[in-house]
T-cell receptor, first 115, second 116 residues
C-alpha cells in the first residue's frame, strides 16, 4: 500500500460526458502528479501540483483540468469525453516538488471506460 | 517523440536465470533514472534508481547499469523468481528543471514472465 488513494477505481461513462477523478496523496506529501496510461502505452505525464500551485504541465488536453485543494487532495476533471480518453489514470505523490530520491509513490489508478 | 524507449514489449526467462531489461533514452538532459515494477490492478512501485554520476547501482537481486555515452540503461535481476513476473517501466527525469517542477518520463514497459 503506497498510501496514495484514488477514487473511483472504475468508471464507465458515455462520450460527451464529464467525470472527476480524485486523489489523496500520502500523508505529508505536498506534490501531486497525474499520469495517463492508454492501451499499450507508457505512463504519460499530465500535470504536477505542489502545495496547491501548478508546477509542471505535460501533454494534458485542454478538455482536461486539475486542481489541488488546501487539504492537498487533487482532482482531475475530464470533459467532453471521447472514446480515446479510455485509459488508466494514475495519481502519484512525493514529499516535495523535486524529490531527492526521484521516487514518486503511485496510487492504484482509476480505470475510465468511455462508451 | 519517445524520449524513453523500451524496445522489448515482453521477455520470458527461466526461474533462477538472469533477466536483463533494456532501456534507451534520447534526452541528454536526463540525469536520474528509475525502474518501476507494476503488477496487474496495482499502481507502479519503485524498484531501483541511479544517478547520472554513477554507472551502477545494486540492491539485492536488482542491479541497474547506466551507459551515458550510449544513452542506455539496463536492469539485471539475478536470480529471477516467479514473483518477479510483472511489467517493468523505465523512467527518467531532468531533476533540475527549476522552480520545484518535476516529472518522470516513462517508457512503454516490458512484461517479464519468469517461468518456474
Amino acid at each position: 500500500d503506497s498510501g496514495v488513494t484514488q477514487t473511483p477505481k472504475h468508471l464507465i461513462t458515455a462520450t460527451g460526458q464529464r467525470v472527476t477523478l480524485r486523489c489523496s496523496p500520502r500523508s505529508g506529501d505536498l506534490s501531486v502528479y497525474w499520469y495517463q496510461q492508454s492501451l499499450d502505452q507508457g505512463l504519460q505525464f499530465l500535470i504536477q501540483y505542489y502545495n496547491g500551485e501548478e508546477r509542471a504541465k505535460g501533454n494534458i488536453l485542454e478538455r482536461f483540468s486539475a486542481q489541488q485543494f488546501p487539504d492537498l487532495h487533487s482532482e482531475l476533471n475530464l470533459s467532453s469525453l471521447e472514446l480515446g480518453d479510455s485509459a488508466l489514470y494514475f495519481c502519484a505523490s512525493s514529499p516535495v516538488g523535486m524529490p531527492n530520491t526521484g521516487e514518486l509513490f503511485f496510487g492504484e489508478g482509476s480505470r475510465l471506460t468511455v462508451l | 517523440d519517445q524520449q524513453v524507449k523500451q524496445n522489448s514489449p515482453s521477455l520470458s526467462v527461466q526461474e533462477g536465470r538472469i533477466s536483463i531489461l533494456n532501456c534507451d533514452y534520447t534526452n541528454s538532459m536526463f540525469d536520474y533514472f528509475l525502474w518501476y515494477k507494476k503488477y496487474p490492478a496495482e499502481g507502479p512501485t519503485f524498484l531501483i534508481s541511479i544517478s547520472s554520476i554513477k554507472d551502477k547501482n545494486e540492491d539485492g537481486r536488482f542491479t541497474v547499469f547506466l551507459n551515458k555515452s550510449a544513452k542506455h540503461l539496463s536492469l539485471h535481476i539475478v536470480p529471477s523468481q516467479p514473483g518477479d513476473s510483472a511489467v517493468y517501466f523505465c523512467a527518467a527525469s531532468a531533476r533540475y528543471s527549476g522552480a520545484g517542477s518535476y516529472q518522470l518520463t516513462f517508457g512503454k514497459g516490458t512484461k517479464l514472465s519468469v517461468i518456474p
